[in-house]
């Protein structure tokens, strides 16, 4: 039988200090959101969403933490919103984009992207408004129809086409 020095006796076994080393890295880990891999890439939950964009305090909290569906494409045809449009078509268009790249169901992950589709401007006043002011699809119209009802550029009619003087010598 072999028989240790004291000193020996004393000591453990460093594997179970490099377990609780990496146990206690691995609690701390879950508490940030991420859990780390090879390499130094991670692979959590929060990848699947996208990014909140800043000061959506306009939005429900609902809204705001809604993950995106999986798979998910952004709409990448659909110019950004800047207030010389009419608004009701350039949001049929773009819930309409959103479907069609993977968002089915709720309006809540549109309703989110929202904000990555509007121009200086509009996004200025985005972030501007009260909290918690849109639950859902309906509210989203209400408040923005009635800021940008007014601002995009409508097309000529009668009374515009009445104005116009024809000069002398000059062709319809």
Same mark, same amino acid.
């Given at each position: 039988?072999?028989?240790? !020095?004291?000193?020996? $006796?004393?000591? %453990?076994?460093?594997?179970?200090d /490099? ?6 890295? %691995?609690?701390?880990? @879950?508490?940030? =959101?991420? *859990? ?7 692979? *959590?939950?929060e990848?699947?969403?996208? +990014?909140? !964009?800043?000061?959506?305090? &306009?939005? #429900? ?7 995106? !569906? #999986?798979?998910?494409r +952004?709409?990448? *045809? ?20 959103? $479907?069609? =790249?993977?968002?089915? =169901?709720?309006?809540?992950? /549109?309703?989110?992207?929202? +904000?990555?589709?509007? *121009?200086?401007?509009a996004?200025?006043?985005? @972030? @501007?408004?009260?909290?918690?002011? /849109? %639950?859902d699809? &309906?509210?989203?119209v209400?408040?923005? @129809? ?6 995009? /550029? ?11 003087? $024809?000069? #002398?010598?000059?062709?319809l």
């Amino acid at each position: 039988m072999l028989v240790l !020095p004291i000193d020996n $006796q004393r000591r %453990h076994d460093a594997r179970r200090d /490099i377990e609780e080393n990496r146990r206690r890295r %691995h609690e701390d880990v @879950e508490e940030r =959101g991420y *859990s780390a891999h090879l390499g130094g890439r991670y692979d *959590s939950d929060e990848d699947r969403m996208a +990014p909140e !964009p800043p000061d959506t305090r &306009v939005f #429900s909290r609902a809204i705001r933490s809604t993950p995106l !569906p #999986s798979p998910f494409r +952004p709409p990448t *045809s659909i110019a950004m919103y800047n207030g010389e449009t009419k608004l009701e078509l350039w949001l049929v268009d773009f819930r309409l984009a959103c $479907q069609l =790249g993977g968002a089915r =169901g709720d309006n809540r992950a /549109i309703i989110r992207q929202l +904000p990555l589709f509007f *121009s200086d401007t509009a996004r200025k006043w985005l @972030e @501007e408004l009260l909290a918690d002011q /849109i %639950h859902d699809w &309906v509210d989203l119209v209400r408040v923005f @129809e009635g800021n940008f009802k007014g601002t995009y /550029i409508r097309p000529g009619n009668s009374w515009d086409l009445s104005k116009c003087k $024809q000069k #002398s010598g000059k062709t319809l």
